[in-house]
């Protein structure tokens, strides 16, 4: 399956492409979540739909779980409104009930039957939509028009048909169409996706690093334990001599090693399960809204079956290690004079090793964690363009069936804003067609530059126009760097005005004032219809119009109310308020209702959650590394502690008898920590060259941030080493406090 860059498609493309391509058994085109108010149930409900061709569920190989699908007669212009409803709307509006099927409900002001549920692999995106609808009954502007963009396509390999083979013969079958219709196919080459890139991929780099994260924090955790069972095997070395000596068999002895490794390991296992199964919730309420198909994510009993693996894997390994001690080493080692103090440095080697080890681990997810997070702080501080406190924002979308031409979406907009600007506890009210941080970042548009035939329009492609009304900058407090903001005498009847961004005026101004100068907008195919030439009244600042981490796009501003080749029934609301900006969400839909009691209100955030969810991704990245992090210093620590404390404990009487011997308190101390801190400096060597040399995986999901940061690697390197000395200072200072006498008689 693939699918196209998102609203570049048209139905007469669709057409085209299932007459020319062998490489797909089936195309089909739709409106990806169309937006619809469902009304005559109560409150009116903003929901959304897909807008699709019959061959869509062709493609998708999905048959309804009740009812039927609608036929290609049914998507007529004119034919009477039907949807296929989702079987998780199904169940939450009509409680399952087989009754639904035949039932009407009002769908952007018209009745719909619903004639059958389909099964939830239709919302394959994770958009929430309730059904689908016939595309040429919702949108019946869009079969005959070319230039009509608005749609997206999925289409499902013939088999046996490579991928390669199917993008290739794509790119062919787009290039001769662009030749054909250049004026409205110039450049609208695609390139297939598959589904699977096309769902995961923006956020495929940050979930294999959670899961290398998860494996280094899972190695760390059995390293630990294998140096925690070898320690607890070699403190209890004599007693196994003695059971060797008396006539019992070392392989019996290694398997009582391997299944108390086991029997820990599945007791944790099951911990483990527990634990996850009550913080399932908390956790999914962690995950951003930018990951996709979380509504999949649950405890099943693959993952169960697969989280037991894991546990006997290493149970076992932890559980050999010691084993293998055990059959390696002769009784009379343990039972001779040997068994203290001279030998005590060849026994104390596995448990270096294993130091080292669990400290280049932790060193690896150290960095990999400060970066991330030092990432995320660059992301969160980088300028704006404007000010999200304060502001609220309301989605307002009017239905088709009553809003189809640009004169009656004006009076209801106006009338919104213009009761909301009368309201108590209200700043500033103003529109918008594209709020900030929107991934559309307004309605692609091409420029045409008045005097200046050197600009080709097509070079203009992909600025963005976005409509206002009302005071807007003001309202976000864009800065106006150059000329003046709209005012209330730029309405219908004015001459038309237009106001660019800074990236618009260096891009195509090159150091010359833009204000005065005259540009047009040109969408599609409306060169036949005539420009409409508007003057350059202001320069505003650049926003962050589509992500955080993105430069604003090139934006030319417009009034609402002298808008000429464009209807525009979606909006957004923005509120400055005098205190906080949910306390207007009432006024809000009040003032909507108040104008027209049919609309619906859709969702109403404050500016400052729509910012903090765009850095959801980042955000999330940071805590799971930094909590992982945590979690392995606080391994380290424990195993460090343990390890020294059983070290001290073995060489006790050789402390004892240095220093009978002479030797001090200090030199004692120093003794004792050499064998915590050699480790784990080797181990943080190693961590930091294994940290390097992993830099390229990580550098695609940071920001602003070198993947070798010296900062980042001079604190790892700090820290690791500071906190295995703190963890071995506590059980050395037991040895330099050894009474000599004492120490020796044990």
Known sequence: AFLTREGEVSLPDGDDWRAGSRSFQSIGLFARAWAFDLTGQGEPEPVTAHAAEPQFFDVLGIAPVRGRLFSAAENQPGAPHVIVITEGFWASRFNRDPGAVGQTMTLGGNPATIIGVLPREVDFLDDG???????????????????????DAIGRLRPSVPFAEARVEMIALTTRLAAQYPETNRGKIVSPNSLTDFVVGSVRT???LVMAAVA?????????????????TTARRQELAVRTALGAARTRLAGQLVTEGLVLALAGGVLGVVAAVVTHRLLLQAVPDSVPRTADLGIRWPLVLLGAGLSVAVGLICGLVPAWQVTRNPPGSALGGSARGTAAGSRHRPLQFIVAAEVALAMTLLVGAGLVAKSFQRLWSRPLGFDPAGVLLADLVLPESRFSTPGPQSQVFTAVIDRLAATPGVRQAAFVTTAPLNPRGGIGTKVLFEGRPDIDPDRASGSRVRFTYGPYFEALTIPVVGGRAFTPTDDARAPSVAIVNEQMAREFFEGR???????????WDD???????????????????????????????????????????????????????????PAVKQAVWSVDPLLTVGQIRPLVDIRRGAAGRERFLAVILGLFAALSLGLVVQGLWSIVSYAVAERRREFGVRMALGSTGPAVLRLALRHALVPTLAGAGAGLLTAVALSRLIGTVLYDVSPTDPWILGAAATLLPVVALVAAAVPAGRAARLDPLTAMQE
Do not use: C, M
């Not at 080749?565 to 949910?582: H, L």
């Open 206 to 208: 940050s979930l294999w």
């Open 129 to 151: 939509v309730i059904g689908v609808v016939p595309i040429s009954v919702e949108l019946p502007w869009a079969p005959a028009n070319r230039g009509t963009n608005n749609l």
């Open 513 to 523: 004032d833009p204000v005065g100068q005259r540009i047009a907008l040109r969408k």
């Open 216 to 232: 280094t924090l899972l190695a760390i955790g059995a390293v630990n334990l294998a140096g925690l069972l070898l320690a607890r």
């Open 527 to 585: 060169q036949a219809k005539g420009d409409h030439w508007l003057t350059i009244v202001g320069v505003v600042g650049d926003i962050k119009g589509t992500t955080l981490a993105d430069a604003d796009s090139r934006a030319v501003y417009v009034p609402y109310v002298q808008r000429r080749i464009w209807w525009e029934r979606f909006g957004v609301i923005a509120v400055r308020s005098e205190g906080a900006p949910v306390e207007l969400a």
